[in-house]
């Protein structure tokens, strides 16, 4: 039943905000953030919520081409009867700058589709657009008399409203009428507009679902989206129609008395919500020793007992959990210490740091570091990561301080380069070119050895090929970012982030691949190639060496 509200209330805010100038992205962003303080989110995992977003989409698309169908039949005639392409060709160069202005916020910068700080004040800046309209005089302009300077405009507003909390159709209306277009004219060109910026959407977002997550299991039944897509699609019909009957009314500028309200009530819960060193977002209710006892005792205690439990059973319970845990990691590290590599006579290696268990090959020519299995199946984004930190999406954990692998390299004579530059322009990660070799040991006591790249499924290429095609390229030393807080102080990243070898361009990997590959979940360029990589949690070793210039 809670499932079954969660969707309606996902449909409905969609449906009201594709439409509304009150922003659909923005009212998304926030009653996602509001799912997972309260513990009820919707979907289990990130390829259910983009398959939600394509039907929701969807729906909406829908209502657009049933409300707008004498319009686009008009058009259609027009192309193959009266050869007549310039509201077309007018739709499509406003699409242009869309993309242009869009495509690089959302390909690189995904996560300020969360940010509720920017949400918050995109929402005041909506308001303010549609309070601009209060005392705007109307123009006479249609969709038939406007000029191509007027579609290129309103396209480039478009682009701009990829920010969430910065309504697409709010906008986009309002720079119709600063075009001096009519008001009730504005709105069509918006929402014509609105069918190829949705119908695009949906087809990157089914990519990366279809690409990503085919084996996934959903927690979402299939009637239970499409009851979200029939319910987002009649919404949004009935937002359509009441929004053109309220600009014929002139009559905009109420709608900006609800984002007025939403500003403030998304600032306090971006204020009151905060992110942990894995990026995992918490609110200060979740933070809460009481309140993370008790919850996290009820989940570790069995159905039958929970309502028989106390408060203060549950903090005993609640303690005797984490004691497990921290004695667990403590074996964990023990045991790491009595590991030796698999290499040729090891007790020669020099050793680094014994809580880190890394060495330094005698002729330095080599970095030793011990590891162990963490993914076998599904995207990647590292090939190594620190223990406790990414393993989701690496194939390797290792349980290293990132500066001392760093140091190690140094010590070697690798040469450091810069990590990836994204803006204003690309640049690859730079540095000396590194080889990755790991060893582990077979069922039968045997040592095997492999190159790093060899785990590494190269999607691009697999489908080009029609085989299944490993990754080629060795890493390089392009040295994790260091930034300053507020106090001037440095940081070196990948000792917050965990990030060791990376697949995606990130400026924390201490080591990255020299080419451009996204770091966009939609877009991700390797998967793990799992037929080759051994049972989880084997133990490895790796084998950093510099690579010889030709």
């Known amino acids: 039943m809670l499932q079954y509200i969660e969707m309606l209330i996902i449909a ?65 005639t027009n192309i193959f009867f009266r050869r007549n392409l310039k509201l077309a060709l007018m739709i499509v160069s406003a699409t242009v700058p869309a993309v242009i202005v869009g495509y690089p916020i959302r390909k690189y910068f995904p996560e300020i589709q969360e940010n509720l700080f920017l949400i918050s004040g995109c929402f005041i800046i909506t308001g303010m657009l549609l309070i601009w309209t209060l005392k705007q005089p109307e123009g006479g302009k249609t969709t038939g008399t406007m000029t191509w300077a007027d579609a290129m405009f309103i396209g480039c507003v478009q682009g701009l409203a990829i920010l969430p909390g910065l309504s697409r159709s709010g906008t986009t209306i309002v720079a119709g009428l600063f075009r001096k277009l009519n008001r009730e004219e504005s709105a069509v060109f918006s929402f014509l507009l609105s069918i190829p910026v949705i119908a695009g959407g949906g087809a990157l977002e089914a990519k990366g679902l279809f690409k990503g997550a085919p084996q996934d299991t959903g927690t979402i039944p299939n009637w239970l989206m499409l009851t979200g897509m029939t319910a987002s699609c009649i919404v949004g019909i009935i937002s359509l129609l009441w929004l053109l009957d309220w600009l014929k009314k002139g009559k905009l500028w109420y709608f900006a008395v609800w984002v007025f309200v939403m500003a403030p009530l998304t600032l306090v819960l971006a204020l009151t919500t905060v992110e942990t060193a894995d990026g995992r977002r918490q609110t200060q209710a979740e933070i809460n020793p009481d309140q993370s006892s008790l919850s996290k005792a009820i989940e570790e205690t069995a159905p039958s007992d929970r309502l028989k439990m106390s408060r203060e059973e549950a903090m005993k319970e609640y303690e005797k959990i984490v004691a497990e845990e921290e004695a667990a990691e403590r074996a964990a590290i023990e045991e790491e210490k009595k590991r030796m590599p698999f290499v040729d006579e090891p007790e020669k290696l020099i050793l680094i740091d014994p809580n880190d268990r890394i060495w330094i090959t005698p002729d330095k020519k080599s970095v030793i570091v011990l590891g162990r299995i963490a993914l076998r199946e599904g995207l990647l984004e590292f090939f190594a990561c620190c223990v406790g930190t990414k393993e989701h999406e690496s194939v390797i954990s290792m349980r290293v301080k990132p500066f001392m692998l760093h140091a190690a390299l140094l010590a070697i004579g690798a040469e450091q380069g810069k990590p990836v530059q994204v803006m204003p322009k690309f640049i690859p990660p730079s540095g000396e070119e590194i080889e990755i070799l790991v060893r582990w040991k077979d069922d039968k006591g045997e040592i095997k050895e492999a190159l790093a790249q060899d785990w590494v499924l190269d999607e691009d290429a697999t489908e080009k090929n029609g085989t299944n095609t490993a990754m080629k390229s060795n890493w390089v030393f392009s040295g994790s970012m260091i930034y300053q807080d507020g106090e001037g102080k440095n940081h070196y990243m990948a000792d917050e982030t965990g990030e060791l070898f990376g697949l995606s361009n990130f400026v924390g990997a201490i080591l990255d691949v020299p080419f451009e590959s996204s770091a966009d979940n939609d877009d991700l360029l390797f998967t793990c190639f799992t037929e080759r990589i051994p049972e989880l949690y084997t133990p490895v070793t790796l084998i950093l060496t510099k690579v010889k210039s030709e």
């Open 12 to 76: 409905v805010a969609q449906g009201i905000g594709e439409f509304l100038p009150i922003s659909s992205s923005g009212h998304n962003a926030v009653i996602n953030h509001l799912f997972e303080r309260f513990g009820t989110p919707l979907a289990e995992d990130s390829a259910e919520f983009v398959k939600l977003n394509i039907l929701l989409h969807a729906g909406t698309l829908v209502a657009v081409l049933i409300v707008f169908r004498q319009r686009l039949a008009d058009i259609l």
